[in-house]
């Protein structure tokens, strides 16, 4: 490009910028416009961005462009790969395309290299965990272990982490004004989803087991990522810093006028948290709020408090998902996957970028009303690549939010920031009506307001008709993050309907699929024995996960038998609705609580292949919605997040101050919650471990029966 080129390329971005400041402006508490240093850094954040765009120091992945290549038979994309040019300014470039090529779905090079450096890694604390000698570990023999955390806000992320933790309170009344009404809305959002403690006080549980040490995975969904996200950056890969930080900085409300002035008032902070925002305004790609929600959420949890022992600033390196890597390249690590879904509307198929459809149709035409029912399509973040197996689509995790086309990133943007990342992963404000239907259904006792709600249904059905109430539940009340389609015109044109021919790529919240992550460790290609699945929903005492795993197993592949029978479905009302779970009384004793949930802190399911591919080691069949089948058997534990003796009198679901309103945790509450979540680990544990014993040695029997 031309030196005029360069100048007026230039001379547009001044226009975004100035248009994200005004944008910034109308959303930034008054109190915080009369603060120097904040003034300062937003009055160059235009410069710092200009900058980093050409910084090929601190950001690498700008001398390279992403292609992404045309699998075997031109069935979909492939894995996506790197080649370096000269000039790395991000600017429009036209070059030949020499695709790589491997088999459908394999795994990438990276992640094959992490399972071999793992395996090695952990044979000796495999033997210690099953209590054997390590010279009778054969590393072929270990079972490849993952867990996986459910969303449930901060709840599910103090109490994935504690077996990861965390959570947060609502805002006051501080700064009056006609912009508190914008963090209203904001902070409504926000309190929409937070709840989540869960997955780090389990891990942390099986940590201190040993287990923990034999992971090679670990999956989370919404409030579940936030933990991980946690655990691989602000904590340094330590359980007990990521508690310690729990304990101190879940005082106030990420969305709370005290909360962003702490994180925009330190140095080098608003670069870091809105210079993801920018680069994207600058890419002219629309800004939502949920991207505003990820930088405000990212910057409250990655801020460092005197606990963490790491000064007060953010950390440049914890902004970017790649830089995670640095735990798994050698194996130290599980590997961290984090997920979203998009949600595939048969009725939005793009025919052309600009609108779906034929221009004027409506939604009583053929092509509306003979449309298949919506589904939702798993995408999966790890530090090495981005993408969903149903589209064959993978791109590296460096170029995710550039443009691409035929398979070709036409832009040379630095990586998207994590904070927009994180924003996508915990976007449940953004996810269909029909997901908050279904949990107020479940959550609805038998009454006047349930049968009001059965009515509102029964009037849309009859009125709307079938097609009618499919597009009415799953319209999205929020819009979801923008954000550049890897897969925009896949093929040569044309291209069919549907995603090949939208611009855009929506994703959001993956609970608003399932509230496990189970779809990215069914993936055939990585061969996974055994899923801990923590659960923190809302929901867990009402035996609904059995209809959720059993969806599942219908859409992967699998026949789940349970152990020691089935757990009873919920009971169903006459009108349709479930039946309500008896009344916990309001000082439950010790005894009390083990008689009612002793018998179900853990349930083993084994998870049975019902389309295996047709020869053996062939490739997996591919299912409905072009799902790729299950070819292996899988033994999930399923450990939900009960009241404990521990504590009679808590229960870590329903207590106030865990609710999904209740944005601050006190430290006496991340304990409470906590010591719960390692209590019921201890309850389950020695299954666990004759579960992982059990299907190392049949690994063992089966290799030495082929020798």
């Not at 942390?204 to 923990?212: I, P």
């Not at 691989?232 to 962003?260: E, V």
Request: net charge negative; charged share 25%; aromatic share 10%.
């Amino acid at each position: 490009m031309s030196n005029d080129g360069d100048d007026d390329h230039h001379w547009h971005l001044r226009g975004y910028f100035d248009g994200l400041k005004n944008f910034i402006a109308r959303l930034i508490p008054e109190g915080l416009t009369q603060d120097a240093e904040v003034v300062e850094q937003l009055s160059k954040l235009d410069e710092t961005v200009k900058n980093d765009l050409v910084n090929a120091e601190k950001n690498p992945e700008i001398q390279w462009t992403a292609r992404l290549s045309l699998r075997e038979g031109g069935r979909g994309a492939g894995i996506a790969h790197s080649e370096r040019h000269a000039s790395p300014l991000p600017v429009l470039r036209s070059r030949p395309f020499r695709p790589r090529r491997r088999n459908d779905n394999s795994l990438s090079e990276d992640e094959q290299k992490f399972l071999k450096a793992r395996k090695a890694h952990i044979r000796e604390a495999f033997a210690k965990y099953v209590g054997v000698d390590v010279s009778e570990v054969h590393e072929d023999d270990i079972p490849v272990i993952a867990a996986a955390g459910s969303g449930g806000g901060f709840r599910a992320m103090i109490a994935t982490s504690g077996m990861y933790a965390w959570c947060i309170d609502q805002m006051g009344e501080k700064y009056p004004s006609v912009k508190q009404r914008n963090w209203d809305r904001l902070h409504h959002d926000l309190s929409s989803l937070l709840s989540n403690v869960f997955i780090a006080a389990y891990l942390a549980g099986a940590d201190k087991s040993g287990l923990f040490d034999c992971l090679t995975y670990i999956a989370g969904v919404s409030g579940s990522c936030w933990g991980i996200a946690q655990y691989y950056t602000i904590a340094n890969c330590s359980h007990s810093q990521l508690r310690a930080h729990y304990n101190t900085a879940l005082n106030k409300s990420p969305g709370s006028h005290d909360s962003i002035n702490d994180v925009l008032s330190t140095p080098d902070a608003v670069s870091l948290v809105l210079g993801g925002l920018t680069i994207k305004h600058m890419s002219k790609i629309g800004i939502t709020a949920m991207d505003l929600y990820g930088a405000i959420i990212t910057g409250h949890l990655l801020l460092p408090v005197p606990a963490d022992e790491q000064g007060t600033n953010l950390n440049p390196e914890h902004f970017k998902l790649t830089n995670q890597r640095k735990w798994t390249d050698d194996g130290r690590q599980p590997l961290p996957i984090y997920t979203a879904v998009r949600h595939e509307r048969p009725w939005k198929d793009w025919k052309d970028p600009d609108y779906p459809f034929t221009e004027g149709s409506d939604h009583t035409s053929a092509e509306h009303t003979e449309a298949q029912n919506s589904w939702f399509q798993w995408f999966e973040f790890n530090p090495y690549e981005i993408g969903c197996d149903e589209l064959k689509a993978w791109q590296p995790s460096w170029s995710f939010g550039r443009h691409f086309d035929q398979r070709v990133s036409t832009d040379n943007i630095p990586e998207q920031s994590l904070s927009l990342e994180m924003g996508v992963w915990g976007s449940a404000p953004a996810g269909p009506l029909s997901s908050y239907l279904g949990t107020i259904q479940r959550n609805l006792p038998k009454g006047v307001i349930t049968k009001e709600v059965n009515k509102m249904a029964n009037n849309i059905a009859e009125h709307w008709g079938p097609q009618g109430v499919e597009v009415f539940e799953d319209h999205h009340p929020v819009h979801a993050a923008n954000n550049p389609n890897p897969v925009f015109h896949f093929y040569p044109p044309p291209n069919p309907p549907g995603i090949h021919n939208s611009p855009r790529v929506h994703l959001i919240d993956a609970g608003m699929d399932n509230n496990l992550p189970l779809y990215p460790l069914a993936h055939p290609s990585r061969e996974i024995d055994i899923i801990l699945g923590f659960d923190s929903s809302s929901d867990v005492q009402k035996n609904s996960f059995f209809q959720r795993v059993e969806d599942f197993g219908k859409r992967k592949g699998y026949r789940w038998n349970s152990r020691g029978g089935q757990p009873p479905k919920p009971e169903v009302n006459t009108d349709g609705t479930q039946v309500s779970e008896p009344v916990i009384p309001t000082h439950p004793t010790a005894e009390y609580i083990w008689e009612r949930f002793g018998h179900r802190y853990i349930t083993v399911y084994d998870g049975v292949p019902i389309n295996p591919p047709a020869t053996k080691g062939g490739e997996p069949v591919i299912g409905k919605f072009n799902t790729p089948q299950a070819t292996r058997p899988v033994t999930l534990l399923y450990i939900p997040l009960l009241p404990n003796k521990v504590d009679p009198e808590f229960d870590p679901c329903l207590a106030p101050f865990v609710g999904s309103y209740n944005l601050v945790y006190k430290p006496e509450e991340v304990e409470k919650l906590w010591n719960t979540t390692e209590a019921n680990w201890r309850e389950c544990e020695a299954k666990v471990k004759a579960a992982v014993t059990e299907v190392w040695l049949k690994k063992k029997e089966a290799r030495l029966a082929r020798k």
